[in-house]
């Protein structure tokens, strides 16, 4: 079946620390990948989407993910986190059928 | 240009109670989708529509039914509430000749009580 996984349910980055975020999904081809934050209260935001082309994709915030297909992945990553990056992130994917699947999200703490 | 509209932003329901959470977006886009996100489980999706007049069950359509006679407006109708319904639902429309762009309302936080 068609899915989307991330494995950390919460990750804690000290602020200035380097961040990744995994998303795996299960699918026969290639999906399209979308990586969305959540603020606490609040709606949904884009950071980035993967269609094709380029395997590294630069969004908004600083943030960029790289696919990869021989892992079933699309790994959000940051160089360098700041206390407002603080939030829930959900790796989605639409897998042809042009609705979205999410994954269980990942709450980001950031420490001083 | 709102982009996507949902309304109210919360609703406190008893058991059994109906109610209509409404959705509008005014991107004249043709999909537009309901999910409901609960705590750990990320987001599911409900219903959605493709066009007006269409309609189709998502991952967990029980309980709830919709309705598209406009483009612009999706409706999520609860007829019996039920505790298993509190949840935040979100509202979304995508027009994928734009390059799927999804674009999601702030939300809906219901509680069945």
């Known amino acids: 079946a068609q899915s989307v996984t991330q494995p950390d349910i919460h990750i804690t980055v000290s602020e200035g620390a380097s961040l990744e975020l995994r998303c795996n999904y299960s699918?026969?081809?290639?999906?399209?990948l979308f990586w969305y934050v959540q603020s606490p209260g609040q709606g949904l935001q884009l950071l980035l989407k993967?269609?094709?082309?380029?395997?590294l994709v630069q969004g908004i915030k600083g943030f960029e993910a790289e696919f990869k297909r021989s892992q079933s992945s699309f790994n959000l990553r940051k160089p360098s986190v700041h206390w407002s990056d603080a939030a829930e992130y959900f790796c989605?994917?639409?897998?042809?059928?042009?609705?979205?699947?999410f994954g269980t999200g990942t709450r980001l703490t950031i420490i001083p | 240009n709102a982009g996507v509209t949902q309304t109210p932003k919360f609703r406190i329901l008893k058991i059994g109670q109906s109610m209509t959470l409404q959705c509008t977006q005014d991107?004249?886009?043709?999909?537009m989708y309901w999910y409901r996100q609960d705590p750990g489980m990320g987001l599911k999706l409900i219903y959605y529509s493709v066009g007006a007049g269409i309609t189709d069950k998502g991952e967990v359509p029980n309980g709830y039914n919709v309705s598209r006679s406009t483009t612009e407006d999706f409706p999520l109708r609860l007829e019996l509430a039920a505790p298993s319904q509190t949840s935040v639902y979100f509202c979304a429309s995508i027009d994928q000749r734009m390059g799927y762009g999804y674009t999601f309302g702030s939300g809906t936080r219901l509680t069945v009580v």
């Open positions: 699918y026969g081809a290639t999906p399209y």
């Open positions: 991107m004249n886009h043709n999909y």
């Open positions: 993967y269609f094709s082309g380029d395997t």
């Open positions: 989605a994917s639409d897998f042809g059928n042009e609705k979205l699947t």
